[in-house]
């Protein structure tokens, strides 16, 4: 039972370059979404789904798209890397039942823009 | 709008001491309320949770209590261990959607 799978752990990319950041959770959760983690910030907000085929944005969602073809994957996509997008980012997902359950996480990807 | 508001950090502990972190929240209605844990360099796991007034939730030695008349939910541990070193996420579900609002956490440090 592998719960939610981030891939990579690292990345370092530079400025202008575009990446995809792997989402996959095999417990059929319908909600999943994106957080990035910066010091002093908490958790924001970036993009979520409830369901395959249906995504909205969070509360920090310029320069990056998601996508939702299977309940399985979420993929995050950064179009063109600005260091600003330095950050530790979790996938996160849920049974849709009004977030009762809470959300189980993946171990995060860090990030580095240079 | 819906918030929550933890004590900052860090929280700074000897081992067996008495812990107690702050958490108070703002949202309409009755949210459903949680606290994360972060071990340095993982993700968040869920730690406790309560879905209504005067619930108690507890895990691993930690408790915390839904106050509807305070709009609040400390998190207690009777003796911490320095195993129990970690950020600490305040969290809440006004039941609305499944989005979760988190506090900013607080880092907990203990000491042999």
């Known amino acids: 039972n592998a719960g939610v799978t981030q891939t990579p752990k690292f990345q370092v990319l530079k400025t202008g370059q575009s990446m995809t950041l792997q989402c996959a959770q095999d417990?059929?959760?319908?909600?999943m979404s994106w957080y990035r983690q910066d010091p002093g910030m908490g958790l924001r907000l970036i993009h979520y789904?409830?369901?395959?085929?249906?995504?909205d944005q969070g509360e920090v969602p310029n320069g990056y798209n998601v996508s939702r073809s299977t309940t399985e994957d979420f993929p995050l996509r950064l179009l063109s890397a600005a260091p600003s997008q330095t950050s530790v980012y979790f996938c996160?997902?849920?049974?849709?039942?009004?977030?009762?359950?809470?959300?189980?996480f993946g171990s995060g990807t860090r990030l580095t823009v240079v | 709008g819906d918030s929550v508001t933890q004590m900052e950090g860090p929280v700074t502990l000897s081992e067996e001491a008495f812990l107690t972190i702050n958490c108070t929240y703002t949202?309409?209605?009755?949210?459903?309320l949680f606290w994360y844990v972060q071990y340095p360099g993982e993700g968040l796991q869920l730690l406790l949770k309560?879905?209504?007034?005067?619930d108690k939730g507890s895990n691993k030695g930690f408790e915390a209590t839904y106050r509807k008349e305070t709009t609040s939910f400390h998190l207690e541990k009777g003796s911490v261990q320095v195993s129990d070193s970690a950020v600490y996420f305040c969290?809440?579900?006004?039941?609305?959607?499944?989005?979760?609002?988190f506090g900013k956490g607080t880092r907990l440090h203990i000491l042999p």
């Open positions: 996160a997902s849920s049974y849709s039942t009004g977030g009762g359950y809470g959300y189980t």
């Open positions: 417990m059929n959760h319908e909600y």
């Open positions: 789904s409830v369901g395959a085929g249906i995504t």
């Open positions: 949202a309409t209605g009755y949210p459903s």
């Open positions: 309560a879905t209504k007034a005067d």
């Open positions: 969290a809440l579900n006004t039941r609305r959607d499944d989005k979760i609002i």
